[in-house]
Nanobody
Framework: QLQLVESGGGLVQPGGSLRLSCESSGFTLDYYAVGWFRQAPGKDRKGVSCISRSGNGINFLDAVKGRFTTSRDNAKNTVYLQMNNLKPEDTAVYYC????????????????????WGKGTLVTVSS
């Protein structure tokens, strides 16, 4: 079965950190760009970041720039989202998604039209 599984969510106080993981099962991530998305309660899902096959990560949201970092370990078929200085407005369900990409780096290819999606992990930032 081909799937992505997120982990690492939970409850954290404002100013704290979490690292989310996204691991593929049934396929290798070597040929895929991977994106992180989040959906806050009552709001639409938004793209957070995208990381290329070679590990070039970009953040889409101005709100997370300087605080969130995306990285990957292809040997472990895992992509990470390091989240620092968390704020209550970061509270959301975080999803990872993968799209097959012909590019090692270059144009970012993440969008809402991804090939595979995880089921999400809840991040709650609250005191």
């Amino acid at each position: 079965q081909l799937q992505l599984v997120e982990s690492g969510g939970g409850l954290v106080q404002p100013g704290g950190s979490l690292r989310l993981s996204c691991e593929s099962s049934g396929f290798t991530l070597d040929y895929y760009a991977v994106g992180w998305f989040r959906q806050a309660p009552g709001k639409d899902r938004k793209g957070v970041s995208c990381i290329s096959r070679s590990g070039n990560g970009i953040n889409f949201l101005d709100a997370v720039k300087g605080r969130f970092t995306t990285s990957r370990d292809n040997a472990k078929n895992t992509v990470y989202l390091q989240m620092n200085n968390l704020k209550p407005e970061d509270t959301a369900v975080y999803y990872c998604a993968a799209i097959q990409s012909p590019y090692l780096s270059g144009p970012q290819v993440c969008s809402n039209a991804m090939d595979y999606w995880g089921k999400g992990t809840l991040v709650t930032v609250s005191s």
